[in-house]
Structures are given as C-alpha cells and as structure tokens.
C-alpha cells in the first residue's frame, strides 16, 4: 500500500535505536527525508546511514538538556527543520515507587519527558498550519491506561501527555492535522530488556525464567517487535490515515485488559 507520504519531512525524536529507530526506517521506506535524532554524535550518523534513499538528515540533541532542546526548536521555527510528520519519543524513567520519589525526581523527569514534546511539537505546529497537513504521533505507554508497578513518574507524566494530545487533536483538526499516542505493550528493546534484568534481579530468577513470566500475561505469548510498532506509526503519519485523530492505538499483543 502506498502510504502517500514520499517526500515528506519527517522528524523522529529517540531514533537512534529500539522503536523510535524502527519508525525512523519505516518513514524513509516510504519516501520521507527523514531527521534521526540522539544524543551521541556517532549512533545519530550510524542511524542515519542505514535510512534507505536519501535526503536523510541527523540531529545531535539530549531531551533532558533544556539547551540542547532549544537548539533544535530555534532550527525548527527558523526553517532550518521543516516538519510535516512529527514522532515524539522519549526515554522513560527508571523503576521507581511514587513512594520513594523526589521533587529533584518529578523536576528532572518532567524536563526530559514532557517540555521536549510540548515544545518541539509547538515549534513544528505553524508551518503544518500554514500548509494545512500535519501529523503529530506521540509514543506512550501501557501505563496510560493499565497503571505499571514500580513506574509511577511514568504512568504519571505519560499520562499527562494523553490529555494534552487529546486537546490538541480537536484544535487543529480543521487545519488538516491529526494528533495521535501510540501505546506499545512489552517491546523487545533495550530498555525492556534491562526493566526485566533488574526484576528478575529482585525476585532472585534468571532472565529469562522473568521473560516467560512475562509472556504468560500477553494473549500472542511474545513481545513485540519495534517494527510492529513502526507499522501502525507508518499508517498515522500517512495521508490514508486522515479522520483519525485524537485516538489512542494499542499494539500490545492484547495484554491490556481494560476494555
């Protein structure tokens, strides 16, 4: 299926590995000039060389270093940075209880988890107006929805963005902009791998006795893979995708339980 998005602007926030990374891939298949973006000079470059086509770029940017975000909105509103399709993705913070948080806690993560999306997605808002086509996908969490032990300030501050792209879906829906979150369930990346590592740790189990467990509370008996995530990405960021907006799309594998 032609998604209808070939040369298209899209810039993904966290694309150097895992989800974001696939969705990145994903994008360029499909004929978008693609800005990959990360923290460490190298793995931006790498990540940018394995994009098919061409017409790539990469942008050096650290989301809990309010300096650097700014930098990248400033080459936003100047032009330098034009978006058409924005994927928001960040990193998430680590296992911890609301029980055992900290001001400094809430304080560093809410600069690294939600002023990015707020303010990248604000800077790339005008000209999508001024062209009336948009797409604005955020990454979330199952904890939006079904509430993760251990993983307060990110059931929290997830959730806040729910609410916001909700509000935003139904102000910019006349300018032919659609605003949506996707929710992934358990995802073979990086960070799963080391969320499993340290609960097995707890509990005194190896790995992958923790990673069977695990399966026994998805429908499908695995995790899913970063590319099954890129897939429905791929579908909201195209022009086939046009009354949706303002939804919530799970790729869990059916392991949320809520209707």
Known sequence: MDLKIAGKNALVLGSTRGIGNACAKMLAEEGCRVTVCGRSAEHVEKARLDLSGGGHGGV?????????????????E????????????????PLQKITETT?????TNVHAMLYPVFQVTSAALPGMVKQRWGRIITIVSSGVVQPIAGLGISNALRSSIVGWSKTLSEEVAPLGITVNCVIPGRIRTQRVQQVDELRATNLGISVEEMRQQSFEGIPMGRYGEPEEIANVVGFLASSRSSY????????DGGSIRSL
Do not use: H, K
């Open 60 to 76: 050096v940017v650290d989301l809990a270093d309010r300096n650097s975000v700014q930098t990248l909105v400033s080459a936003i």
């Open 78 to 93: 100047r032009g330098d940075q034009p978006v058409d399709i924005l994927v928001n993705n960040t990193g998430g913070p």
């Open 103 to 107: 001001v400094e806690d809430w304080e």
């Open 244 to 251: 949706t907006t303002g939804s919530l799309i799970r790729v």
